[in-house]
């Protein structure tokens, strides 16, 4: 198949393309036409904008003089227009300068707060007629107040802390005189160290020169347990005094003696013998109380458990303290049951325990007393219960609490007269509870007292004291 297509020649293409021309080169500039006015009409409101920046940008200063509004219905003449408005009306310098100085110690103010409310000390600030304008949570919690409860604005710090005006602690804190000088007392609020114990330190607020205080700053802290621990430390130092002079003064009396070679009585030299023995034993024994008790302090008191025979335990505590019984003419009473289990115990320390107990109740019983070591198997032969009973002058109810604790002895004359450090019975527990076990007690005034030991038959506790 042929196919014929006419030929134009070249006359014709360029008629062809000239019918066509005027679409193909006017739509094309007919775009860029409308193109060009709608980015005029887009830029236009910047064009004075722009015009303004140049200009200040040449200039060392800048005022809110120096800018004209845009008056152009656009977006961008819009917010210009607000920002120069802003700019106007904002306030002098001096008065924005105020707004800033407000606004820093606004926040300086509220930093201050944050850090004396993080502080463990109770600290109140004060107006010129005793009021109180501030209150750290520190101080809510020694008054026994919850933050935002019970607000203690506008109270007195006498009112709020209790303080007698007419007590001699207070008494300058009542001085006129010393309105303008730092005063510190120790306000103790009950008639006994236990019922507490502040430091009340009051510090005149700086003031111009030659002006008086225009109020103070008050900062209180709880030193009970810091009181406490002087005062166990005290009789502690007294009791230690005692414990050592009296060994040592017969020691020397007795040695002194025996060197004179006078004495042609044996029997007497061995008495003397006895005695500067039973001395010496005395002071080894508190020297190793003191040795126990600096390991107590830094944690170091360890067990060394070894599987031991209680019976045969209980046989020497009891070998130990029945000559001591017997030179009193107490009457004691041991009850052992039948068969007691081997434990995993230290020996040594454990005896120590039961010795203490044991030797208190001597000590503290009259002659003629009774005093009753028992011994018995509980809970499904889980718990081994030791009882040391007695017939003694009992412990105050009050004292009860602090039995346990270090250098503590018990202010009944009948104990004064009794030599004594105060570390058995915190010893006693302290070797009780390294076993996993607790020490008990139950005592009734003049009529006598019972030590209870309560002991796991397994293995359970700490092996080590912690601090």
């Known amino acids: 198949m042929v196919l014929g297509v006419p030929e134009r020649g070249v006359w014709g293409i360029f008629r062809a393309a000239a ?3 005027p679409v193909a080169f006017w ?3 007919a775009l860029i036409v409308v193109g060009i006015v709608v980015l005029k009409r887009t830029l236009r409101p910047l064009v004075p904008i722009e015009q303004q920046l140049e200009r200040l940008a040449t200039r060392l200063t800048v005022s809110p003089a120096d800018l004209e509004p845009v008056r152009l219905p656009a977006p961008a003449a819009v917010g210009w227009n607000r920002l120069v408005e802003a700019l106007r009306h904002g306030g002098q310098p001096e008065e924005r300068e105020s707004r800033l100085a407000q606004a820093l110690e606004g926040y300086r103010q509220k930093k201050s707060d944050q850090v004396l409310n993080s502080l463990l000390d109770g600290v109140a600030v004060t107006d010129g007629q005793g009021r109180i304008t501030f ?3 520190a101080l809510l919690g020694l008054l026994g107040r919850r933050p935002g409860e019970d ?3 506008g109270q007195t710090m006498f009112d709020c802390l209790g303080l007698a005006p007419g007590g001699q602690a207070v008494q300058p804190l009542k001085d006129p005189s010393l309105e303008g000088r730092p005063v510190i007392v120790e306000y103790q609020r009950g008639g006994q160290i236990e019922d507490g114990v502040l430091r009340i330190v009051r510090t005149p607020l700086a003031a111009e020169p030659g002006q008086s205080a225009r109020g103070h700053v008050w900062c209180v802290r709880d030193v009970t347990q810091q009181k406490l621990a002087d005062q166990m430390r005290e009789q502690f130092v007294n009791a230690a005094t005692h414990e050592l002079r009296t060994p040592l003064a017969n020691i020397k009396a007795y040695s002194e003696t025996l060197a004179l070679g006078d004495m042609v009585d044996v029997e007497q030299q061995k008495a003397f013998c006895n005695t500067i023995d039973e001395e010496v034993t005395r002071l080894a024994n508190f020297v190793d109380d003191l040795l126990h008790l600096s390991r107590m302090q830094v944690g170091s008191t360890c067990l060394n458990r070894q599987t031991t025979d209680m ?3 209980f046989r020497e505590v009891v070998g130990k303290v029945s000559q001591q019984m017997k030179q009193q003419q107490i009457t004691f009473e041991v009850e052992l049951p039948g068969k007691l289990p081997e434990l995993l115990v230290d020996k040594e320390k454990f005896t ?4 203490n107990l044991l030797g208190n109740a001597a000590k503290y019983t009259p002659e003629g007393g009774r005093i009753r070591l028992g011994v018995e ?3 499904g032969d889980e718990t081994l219960q030791i009882d040391v009973e007695d017939t003694g002058i009992g412990i105050a109810p009050q004292e009860l609490p602090k039995i346990f604790d270090r250098f503590f002895r018990s202010t009944d004359p009948r104990v004064g007269r009794t030599s004594g450090s105060g570390l058995g019975l915190a010893l006693t527990q302290e070797i009780v509870r390294l076993h996993g076990g607790k020490v ?3 005592s009734e005034l003049n009529k006598g007292s019972r030590f209870t030991i309560l002991l796991p038959t397994r293995t359970e506790g700490a092996t080590c004291s912690g601090v």
Not at 352 to 355: G, K, L, Q
């Open 440 to 442: 008990t007690v139950e």
């Open 377 to 379: 198997l509980r809970e």
């Open 19 to 21: 019918e066509r021309a």
């Open 135 to 137: 209150a750290n949570k």
């Open 311 to 313: 019976e045969r335990l």
């Open 352 to 355: 120590v325990a039961v010795v």
């Open 27 to 29: 739509l094309p500039v």
């Open 151 to 153: 607000s203690v604005c």
